[in-house]
């Protein structure tokens, strides 16, 4: 087995074990992306916007300076990581995948950056996304779409493509993504990965280039259920940079994780949702779902249907928050103070040079947002709008709160489909918003999610999703019953699902 199939847990301990530098480690996976990436020649996965190998490099070799020394910062010091372009990271270029921050470099880190720094993990880069994480198929980048790794013709999902692709082509095992509708479980869906979208307030959205404040949350993307808890783990806990921030330490995951891949599920209650079935859910995914259930009843959970009447509305809610929290967030985009500007011909004023340069910087989907977020927030449609969506909010925090009265962790498939064909519904803003069905309710809410894969389509051959949702900071939950059904998947389909071309003997691409 190549260094770059190895799990995160697994090169931690061959670095502690002294069978490996991070040197090594981390030349593989740039090797790896350098033979994968490649968007130049339109040959690809693209799912890198910037590489820093010369940065990480260096970082790999203070990093096995200290082993050497026998001062590791942490469990994971050493193991490569990529960063989705989201999060600030002081002198790497930072786009959210939008041509109005081209070339923009942060004077400084967000906290989840500072917070992997100080623990030693080498910096791989910056993944793509869809522009201001708006999109199910991460084809809204102003830097091109991302490819599948099971599929190059096919979308890898959205926003956070790029960490899903790198994390399941290999090029890394560890990435932060950001899920504010879905945009880390529903990319991990479409490429087979497991995706973490933490308690909201649990882990620091300071340096986050904002879309929805109130939904926004970082979150690991990987290989493992393990090795999301132990990312989970290091960028989780209390910031007095950010307001939202909760007071309660992350703590438990890691071993709720092991926990549960010992496979034993007695006295855990397992709520399928009832509004998350029926006509819109694809039959493979939907055939692998109830296997995965089966499996739990399996391990010996207690499996029952709950109702969740106000789901049915949290879509409608959620398209008029998210666009109106955006267009508040992207008005400091005027081109006065940083990043694109474009100035007209004659004697524009500073309006007309703010028009020119939102004109050229921000993308349709974008464009299409900021205005009806607009619309919703002004004066004549506020309650109409924005009121009845808080609302809904409102009662489905409710229905969340009597459900898991009956049951411990609710599950659904993570989306409704597998991954589509690139550019099938490009333009087509509803059917990639109808992608977000079963994640959207947990960011209106602000409770944990994860997805994990589920197997693989016996129509199309490509990965599905499974979803487990908790209470509000019993994130260990999701990774207690999530390992769980990992394990036993592992078992069934006698690897870990991975993509195939990507897999097999550390060669690349087929
Ligand atoms: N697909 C959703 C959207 O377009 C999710 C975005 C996200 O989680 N960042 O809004």
Sequence with gaps: ???????????????????????????????????????????????????DAEGALAQAAASDARRAAGAPLH??????????DVLATEGLPTTAGSKILEGWIPPYDGTVTAKIKAAGLPILGKTNMDEFAMGSA?????????????????????????????????????????????????????????????TYGSVS?????????????????TRTVLDSALLHELIGGHDPMDSTSVATAVTGLADAA?????????????????????????????????????????????????????????????????????????????????????????????????????????GNEVKRRILIGTYALSSGYYDAYYGQAQKIRTLIIEDFTKAFEQVDVLVSPTAPTTAWALGEKADDPLANYLQDLATIPANLAGVPGISIPSGVSSVDGLPTGIQF??????????????????????????????????AGNGNGEA
């Design 258 to 362: 092991r926990q549960g891949a010992a496979g034993d599920l007695a006295g855990v209650r397992v709520g399928i949702v009832k509004e998350l079935q029926g006509d819109a859910w694809s039959a493979p995914v939907v055939e692998r779902f109830e296997e995965s259930i089966e499996i739990l009843k399996g391990l010996g959970a207690e499996v029952v249907e709950v109702s969740l009447p106000s789901f049915v509305h949290a879509m409608a809610a959620y398209y008029l928050i998210l666009p109106a929290e955006c267009s508040s967030n992207l008005a400091k985009f005027d081109a006065m103070r940083y990043g694109l500007r474009v100035t007209p011909d004659g004697d524009p004023s500073a309006e007309d040079v703010m028009r020119a340069s939102r004109d050229a910087g921000f």
């Design 1 to 51: 087995m190549s260094l770059i199939h190895l799990s995160a847990a697994e090169q931690a301990a061959a670095l502690a074990a002294g069978e490996v530098t991070s040197v090594e480690l981390t030349q593989a996976h740039l090797d790896q992306i350098a033979a994968t990436n490649r968007p130049e020649n339109g040959v690809g996965l693209n799912s890198f916007l910037h590489v």
């Design 469 to 502: 949702l908790a209470p509000v900071l019993e994130d260990a939950r999701l990774y207690r019953v999530g390992a769980a059904l990992e394990a036993a998947l592992t078992k069934q389909w006698g690897a870990p699902i991975a993509a195939p071309a990507y």
């Design 205 to 221: 959205r300071y340096g986050v280039i904002a879309l929805a404040n109130s939904l926004d949350q970082l979150g690991p993307v």
């Design 75 to 84: 469990e994971l010091d050493g193991v490569p990581i990529a960063i989705k």
């Design 138 to 198: 991460n084809e809204n980048s102003a830097y091109g779409p991302v490819k599948n790794p099971w599929d190059h013709t096919r979308i890898p999902g959205g926003s956070g493509g790029g960490s899903a692709a790198a994390v399941s082509s290999f090029q890394a095992a560890l990435a932060i993504g950001s899920d504010t509708g879905g945009s880390i479980r529903q990319p991990g869906a479409m490429t087979g990965t497991v995706g973490v979208k933490p």
